[in-house]
C-alpha cells in the first residue's frame, strides 16, 4: 500500500486490497472513496469487496468511480461532500491516485490558492501544474 498524504486529513493511493482496510483504519482514517471503476479490476478489488472490508474494520465507505468522462463539477462537488461528511482522515484511491488527487484539487479550488493545491499534490508526487488553469477558473466562477 502507497499511502500519499496530500493534507492532514486527506490522502490517495493506487489501487487497495480488501485485506489493507484493517491498516487504513490503524492508520486513523475514518473513510475511502473508491475512484476507480470496477470495469478496469479484477472481482477481488473491485469497490464492492473493498466495501466489505472496509465496513468491517470501522471505516465508512464511498463508491464514486471516476473517468476522463465522468470527471465533471458534479462528481467534484460529490467527492467533496464525501471528504467533508467523513468526520475525519480520508483515503481515497483510483488506479495510481492521480484522479483522487485531480477530484481533490478540483474540489478545493476557489477555496485554497491554485498555487497551493498544486504544491500539496506535488509534495504527494502528482505533478497537476496542468490543472492551474482550470483551477483558477473554477476559482474566478467562485468569487
Not at 468511480?65 to 481515497?92: F, K, W
Amino acid at each position: 500500500m502507497d499511502i500519499r498524504q496530500i493534507t492532514p486529513t486527506y490522502a490517495v493511493s493506487p489501487q487497495i486490497a480488501p485485506d489493507d482496510c484493517a491498516a487504513i483504519a490503524d492508520a486513523g482514517f475514518k473513510a475511502i472513496i473508491c475512484n476507480r471503476p470496477d470495469m478496469e479490476i479484477t472481482p477481488d478489488c473491485q469497490a464492492a469487496a473493498i466495501e466489505a472490508a472496509a465496513k468491517a474494520a470501522g471505516l465508512g465507505f464511498t463508491v464514486l468511480p471516476l473517468t476522463h468522462q465522468t470527471m465533471n463539477s458534479e462528481n467534484v462537488a460529490a467527492h467533496r461532500a464525501a471528504i467533508d461528511a467523513a468526520g475525519g482522515p480520508v483515503l481515497a484511491y483510483c488506479a495510481s491516485g492521480t484522479r483522487s488527487s485531480i477530484a481533490w484539487s478540483l474540489g478545493q479550488a476557489g477555496d485554497m490558492a491554485s498555487d497551493d493545491i498544486i504544491e500539496a499534490t506535488g509534495k504527494a508526487g502528482y505533478d497537476l501544474r496542468g490543472l492551474h488553469p482550470q483551477l483558477e477558473m473554477i476559482a474566478a466562477q467562485k468569487s
